[in-house]
């Protein structure tokens, strides 16, 4: 994607979440129609003879397969912080060196920006973006990916590993919305694995191994899919309103930690 | 059959919205997304296992979507409508600003619509419905070599097709 059209592919993002769709439901019209297929009309031409019970079976293991995979975390118990099951501020990063915006384009992780203006538009759409304090300020900022989303990036150091030959040693994904609705899922490999844990007082999913796809539920009640950018491990959790996942080369305890020194930027 | 709700109550607005932007009309859309879970269920059992659904599922919908458009033919417009400004949070957009952004938002929905079938897919695609290159290529079927100039040469010709002197940053901050 040629830079010069950084203003227009975010323009466009916008564009697409204002697409006005009707009101109507599809997936229950869909359902209705496999349901009930003998009531349906001709332009259900599949099932033009009955289906086989194994057929069926076959049909019914396979979703039941794709939604186990998908693996709906529902959050529980409160989101205010009052206590922290973990110490906090055992890792303390020094930042050091850069992130290059090859990096930013290699991994899409949005159109580079200043961090202010990253704060500025997240303060613009009503939320405020937050950073662990612990890691120190962040190498580079990136909007627009996923949409409504800000990319905050750290470059490797001692104490932030490289997550493979990225450049990059700490991404921290920030999106409006909310983990707690039914809204994370995590579409996994078998090379996978979720662990529920907390970040403060809030819980989090640990989710280390494979690439993945973390869903959000934003602000409208839209599901929101963002895929994991360099295979690092995962913490997913939610503050307040906000969505954050810290992709890293860490540990769990150490990636939990960091996060429980999230603080806003201003 | 519940598991399979679910697993489309995950997809179903990106697979609506790449409808939309497939066939230009909101309600012919909906029908094409109808129509395509329909077809993905019973298509379910060939789905190759370890492959990503969501691409799977969209490639379907927009099938359904583009023969619906072209049944359609010459005498369907292809307009697309965009939400009016919602406060989040935030404080409401003035009247004046809110005219203004919905100005540009028709401006370049209108850009968009006069792009050619090919380029208006990819970028649709990419930035409109959110996927990114690779997904592009599944859902359309193409190289991601194919899909990456597409979306080049689209935002290019995008441009051009704009007024000069609108200004498109900006276009959901009113």
Not at chain 1, 85 to 104: E, F, H, K, N, R
Not at chain 1, 106 to 113: K, M, Q, R, S, T
Not at chain 2, 45 to 67: D, M
Request: neutral net charge; contains cysteine; proline residues 6%.
């Amino acid at each position: 994607m040629p830079e010069q059209h950084d203003d227009l592919v975010l323009a466009l993002g916008e564009l697409g979440e204002r697409l006005d769709l009707l009101p109507g439901d599809p997936v229950a019209a869909a359902v209705g129609r496999i349901r009930t297929p003998q009531t349906s009309s001709s332009r259900d031409r599949p099932p033009r003879r009955a289906i086989p019970r194994t057929r069926r079976v076959v049909m019914a293991a396979a979703a039941a397969l794709l939604v186990a995979l998908a693996a709906v975390l529902v959050a529980p118990g409160s989101r205010h912080a009052v206590a922290r099951w973990l110490g906090i501020g055992s890792v303390t990063v020094t930042y050091t060196g850069d992130v290059p915006v090859a990096a930013g384009r290699a991994y899409e992780l949005g159109i580079p920006v200043p961090l202010a203006q990253a704060v500025e538009r997240a303060d613009r759409a009503g939320w405020r973006l937050a950073t662990p304090s612990g890691a120190g300020d962040p190498a580079g900022a990136f909007v627009g990916r996923p949409v409504g989303g800000v990319n905050l990036a750290w470059a490797p150091s001692d104490e932030l590993p490289e997550i493979g030959d990225s450049g990059i040693g700490l991404l921290l994904t920030a999106m409006p919305g909310t983990t707690d609705a039914g809204g994370v899922s995590k579409q996994a490999t078998r090379g996978t694995t979720v662990q529920l844990v907390r970040v403060g007082d809030n819980p989090a999913y640990w989710i280390a191994g494979e690439p993945h796809e973390v869903v959000i539920t934003d602000a409208e009640g839209d599901l929101v899919h963002d895929s994991s950018r360099l295979a690092g491990n995962t913490l997913v959790w939610t503050e307040g309103d906000v969505t954050y996942r810290l992709e890293s080369a860490l540990d769990r305890d150490e990636a939990v930690d960091l996060a429980s020194t999230l603080r806003p930027l201003s | 059959m519940d598991a399979y709700a679910s697993l489309l109550r995950l997809h179903e607005g990106a697979a609506r919205r790449r409808a939309l932007v497939v066939c230009g009309s909101a309600g012919e859309a909906d029908e094409a997304a109808q129509d395509g879970f329909v077809k993905a269920w019973y298509g379910l059992a060939g789905f190759r296992a370890g492959a990503a659904f969501r691409p799977w599922l969209l490639r379907i919908v927009a099938n359904e979507a583009r023969n619906r458009r072209r049944s359609a033919g010459r005498r369907a417009g292809y307009e697309l409508r965009f939400a009016e400004d919602r406060a989040s949070g935030g404080a409401a957009p003035s009247p004046e600003a809110a005219v203004l952004a919905a100005h540009r938002r028709r401006t370049l929905g209108a850009a968009l619509a006069g792009l050619p079938t090919a380029q208006r897919d990819v970028v649709a695609c990419r930035y409109l419905v959110g996927l990114d290159e690779a997904e592009t290529a599944a859902v359309l079927g193409l190289p991601r070599g194919t899909v990456k100039s597409r979306a080049a040469r689209g935002l290019a010709r995008l441009r051009d097709l704009l007024p000069e002197r609108i200004e498109i940053g900006g276009i959901g901050d009113a």
